[in-house]
């Protein structure tokens, strides 16, 4: 028999246990299901707070190997230890996960573990390592959130070829990175392996890095790469990727020009990082998924998808920790902006 709830939430990251905890605190008899055995989704494993904590350690890095002799002090003999890098990180992470388990536990809010599918209206069906389990409810909220895209041909392997998820499990720093995508994933990764000593190539199909940026962020942006040391080739085209004992080889092909250029990477080279669709649901195939923000989910009257499918984690909560309702942008009282007539 299916085990009954008010409220069903699929995935557990800022989006999916913020409002989680809301509905337990509404009086909701809540179910929150993620895959993961940690809580707090890809921005607290796998995003925001990894990548900010290997940012933070370059800076030290930085600041220690150089940076110091501004402010007249003096570091002999700084080195890094990569290993301990890593496991700060890491305390970083299980510290905020631990943190989102306390608050579902004080909420009150039933965490179960495995993948949840819709199967139907107002039914869950979830795959965990205990089997499957019908769920029901009246309310569903899908905060799947988003993996490792790839791009078509390029296949990464976790050895050579790598996403951004396996960049961050690395165990050492690479004599050399080709990081396929400028946008704020790829930048922010090429800064911190740069910063570390590795000599980084970074390619942008468009012709600009971070293109959805305001054009003047992003001439900033690039002028700061390349004082760093850092090789950027924008309005190029990853071609063929040849694997060999050495390392990996990649084509570059200008996409105006049409000519090419090869570009030889280290031990690991890198796949693109940029955050791509989470897993289909309701009969819906893997990576064709398309969920409108802040809306009723295709016809289901009850099942509802948060807004980090499309604005990122910082917009599927409110300004309180409360999540936001389909008006709140609308309706929230704009500061920033003069009136046509007073």
């Known amino acids: 028999m299916p085990d009954n709830f008010d409220l069903i939430v699929i995935g557990a990251g800022p ?15 809540t179910a929150l299901v993620e895959k993961e055995t940690r809580l707090g989704g890809t921005c607290l494993l796998r995003g925001c707070i990894p990548t900010k ?7 030290v890095w ?10 007249g002090v003096s570091v002999e003999g700084a080195t890094f230890d990569w290993a301990r890098v890593r496991k700060r990180v890491q305390m970083a992470t299980t510290k905020g996960s631990k943190g989102v388990d306390l608050l579902m536990k004080s909420a009150g809010v039933t965490v179960i573990q495995g993948t949840g599918r819709l199967d139907g209206p107002g039914r869950v069906q979830v795959t965990g390592p205990e089997g499957r389990q019908s769920l029901t409810a009246a309310k569903i909220i899908l ?27 690395i165990d050492h720093v690479p004599a050399s990175l080709t990081v396929l995508g400028a946008g704020a994933v790829g930048v922010e990764l090429a800064c911190i392996m740069q ?14 890095v971070l293109p959805l940026e305001d054009p003047d962020c992003s001439e900033v942006v690039e002028k700061a790469l390349k004082r760093q040391g850092m090789v950027v080739r924008t309005g190029c085209q990853a071609g063929e ?13 200008k996409v105006t020009s049409g000519t090419s250029e090869e570009v030889p990477s280290g031990r690991r080279g890198a796949a693109p990082g940029y955050e791509g669709p989470g897993p289909g649901y309701g009969g819906r195939e893997a990576g064709q998924a398309r969920f409108h923000p802040d809306r009723r989910f295709h016809g289901n009257h009850n099942s509802w998808s948060v807004c980090d499918r499309r604005y ?16 709140s942008r609308r309706s929230r009282r704009r500061t920033d902006r003069a009136p046509a007539k007073v």
């Not at 904590?53 to 800076?59: D, F, G, R, T």
């Not at 930085?62 to 402010?71: D, E, I, K, P, Y």
């Not at 910063?195 to 600009?208: A, Y």
């Open 241 to 253: 990727l040849e694997t060999t004992a050495s390392g990996v080889k990649c084509t570059l092909k």
């Open 195 to 208: 910063s570390f000593g590795c000599k980084v190539t970074l390619v942008e199909l468009l012709d600009r």
């Open 15 to 29: 989006g999916g246990y913020v409002a989680a905890r809301r509905g337990a605190q509404l009086g909701l008899k």
């Open 312 to 327: 990122r984690a910082h917009a599927a909560t409110g300004p309180c920790g409360q999540p936001r309702s389909p008006d």
């Open 143 to 169: 905060a799947t959130g988003s993996y490792a895209a790839g791009l078509p041909g390029i296949s990464p392997d976790g050895n050579q070829i790598l996403t951004s998820d396996h960049l961050l499990e």
């Open 53 to 59: 904590a290997l940012i933070h350690a370059a800076e």
């Open 62 to 71: 930085n600041l220690c190997r150089a940076g110091a002799r501004t402010f």
